[in-house]
């Protein structure tokens, strides 16, 4: 992992995805916006497991994976730099 690599600890309590999220924003491996669109697919996987039925909804997908490859390919520019 990029953090790892980069001598950047993180604890891995329950909230370990959040945090290393905000430790990469942090440590300048994403950007701010990126967190925040990250953030999305977060809550959108959270609502799924938590209270979720088996039913998915497209109006709740569309806006995620509507825009998911540019995301993918600025994450990996982003992470990879």
Do not use: C
């Amino acid at each position: 992992m990029v953090l790892n690599d980069r001598n950047i600890n993180y604890a891995s309590d329950a909230s370990w995805h959040s945090n290393i999220l905000q430790l990469s924003k942090d440590n300048g491996l994403i950007t701010g916006d990126m967190e925040t669109r990250l953030r999305e697919f977060m809550g959108f996987r959270h609502y799924f497991r938590h209270s979720y039925g088996f039913m998915l909804d497209n109006d709740l997908l569309r806006p995620l994976y509507k825009n998911l490859s540019s995301l993918l390919a600025e994450f990996k520019d982003q992470i990879f730099k």
